[in-house]
Every structure is written in C-alpha cells, then in structure tokens.
C-alpha cells in the first residue's frame, strides 16, 4: 500500500457493506457494493458482507450483531438522511456523511442556497413545483437549460432543453422523478469532479478529474458505459486553477457539514470554476469517478476503502 494508511477498525468487527434497496440507482450501489466487499476481504476483514436494505433493515442489523455499517447506497434513502438516521438510532457506526450532511446534499436547491451565503460559484438557476407558471419563473433564464430534478443522481431525469417547446415536454419527465426541479442554465466549459476525504485530522482533495462526454452532455449512459466519456486525469487546466478548484471543494464540503468522504462537481466556465453539486456517497465501481482520482495520487482502490471505513463514526451529528 503505497499510501501506507493505518487501519483503525478491527479486523473482526462484522462489517454491512449496506447496498441496494428501492432507490432508482440500485444497480450502481450493488456494483459499489460488490467492489468494496471485495476489497475489505481483500484487507482481512473476512466478518463482511453484503446487506441489501429492505423495510427488515433494522431487524436484520440487530440479528446479525453488526459492529460498524460501510454505506455504499446511492441515492433515496441511502444517501439523503434516511439509513443514516436509522443508524444513528441503532448506535451503530457508519462511514460517510451523517443525517444533516446527508440529507442538505441530496437536495441540489438547499446545497445552493448554503453555498451561495459562503460566495462559492454558482449557476444561475430558479426552483420549479408542479403548479407554478413556468414560463414566469424561467424569464430571467437564458437558454439552453438544464433541468435536473433536486434529488436525484447519476443524472437521472435530468435534460438539456433548448427551446421553450422542448421545455414544456420535459419539465413533466422531470417531475416523474421529484416534486421540486432545479432549471439550470446551460454553461459550455469543462466538466470536472474532485473528491475529497478525510483521514484522521487532514482533509484533502483527490486530483481533479475532468470528463469529455461523446454524448452533447454528462448524461447516465455517458456516466456507466464503458467507452462513452474521455477521461483526463489530472485536468487539463492551469496549476492555479487546479489549486483554486481544490480549495473550493474543501471549503464547500466542510460549509455543507460533510465527514468522512464526499465527491464535489464542478463547470469550469469563462475562468469561473462553478459547483454544481455535492455527492456524499459517491459511487465505487469500476468505472467510478472516486476510485480514479484517488489512484491518480497514489491511493489504491484497497487504501480508498480502507480510509473511508477508518471514518466510521465521524459523522455523529
């Protein structure tokens, strides 16, 4: 292990590596999940395994004497508050963000609205409910837009409309995922990610990875098929920017309350370095963002699991 991180976790602790459950990026969790359990096996913890969350959850914690909960849900009830919450109940250790984090950072529009007070860049945008008058509340916008329905990841329900037309079409497929959507103006630049981590008393960037989608936009299948998005790792862009970029994730995870690791966006457009949002269970498959940017500074894919389980019990809120 090149990083040479310490383990702080027994390594006969019974370990859930929590994944699955109703949310609608099931798939991507239990792909996150596989990938960690094999890791932690990998590292001796031979006590770990697979924990699909069911309305049971609680009862099957209790009947399997867990020591300490490994999050590796994505999305509803897995990354907005919900398992978190239940853990804290259950007095059960978990890694990742704790309930307010959690629960703030799934919702884009909150996420704004607490880093707009620290005067970190943001995307001009407006909140949309079902029954407002769109075309009122859009006016100020400049088009094309995106919608993106606050709560909700991997890009799911999100669209690129360039016209008012195409607005009114997919504003109601939007709202199929979410009462409340974010519209977003559309911004041409850099599309970049940057994790950060916490290990023992430092919190620190990962190296900035910058994607160039063959899709018009960073969408689902751009996210999760092999082959469709050009990854440049570290960034193309000027070391102070690098720097800038950095310190703005840094500063954006610890304004939103983050602990234990967190995966911040960003739009890098006209030398303006835009965070679009801020994802507190980030995924950890093969083809994940997190895993890449943390190889990329001499942190294998064993030392990444390994840091965020040493952060079980951080997030105590």
């Known amino acids: 292990m090149g990083y040479n991180v310490k383990k702080k976790i027994d390594e006969n602790a019974k370990i859930a590596v929590l994944c699955g459950g109703p949310s609608s990026e099931r798939e991507i ?31 099957t914690l209790l009947d399997k004497k867990i020591d300490i909960a490994y999050n590796a849900m994505h999305g509803r009830f897995g990354e907005d508050g919900c398992i978190q919450g239940l853990l804290e109940i259950m ?80 504003i109601e497929k939007s709202f199929e995922y979410n009462q409340d959507v974010m519209v977003e103006e559309y911004l041409k630049g850099k ?18 990875l910058e994607f160039r989608p063959k899709n018009e936009w960073y969408d689902f299948e751009a996210k999760y098929t092999a082959g469709m998005t050009e990854f440049i790792l570290p960034a193309e862009i000027s070391d102070e920017m690098t720097q800038k970029v950095k310190e703005i994730a840094v500063k954006a995870f610890q304004i939103c309350g983050c602990r234990g690791v967190s995966r911040v966006d960003f739009l890098l457009a006209d030398g303006i370095p835009y965070v679009l949002e801020i994802n507190t269970s980030p995924g950890m498959t093969d083809l994940s963002d997190l895993p890449a940017q943390s190889a990329a500074m001499g942190i294998s894919y064993d030392e990444l699991v390994q840091i965020i389980l040493n952060g079980a019990g951080l997030n105590k809120n």
């Open 191 to 208: 599309s970049m990610t940057v994790g950060v981590l916490e290990d023992g008393e430092t919190t620190f960037a990962t190296e900035i």
């Open 29 to 59: 969790s239990l792909r996150s999940a596989k990938n960690v359990l094999a890791a932690l096996k990998r590292q001796g913890y031979e006590n770990a395994e697979l924990v699909d969350i069911d309305k049971n959850i609680a009862k």
């Open 91 to 170: 007095e059960i250790p978990y890694t990742g963000c704790g309930v307010m984090s959690s629960s703030l950072c799934m919702n884009k529009e909150h996420t704004k609205n607490i880093l707009k007070s620290a005067q970190i860049p943001l995307i001009k945008s407006v909140l949309l409910q079902k029954n407002d008058d769109y075309a009122a509340k859009i006016k100020d916008l400049k088009m094309p837009l995106m919608l993106k329905p606050v709560s909700e990841g991997s890009s799911i329900g999100m669209f690129k409309v360039n016209n008012l037309e195409e607005f009114k079409e997919k």
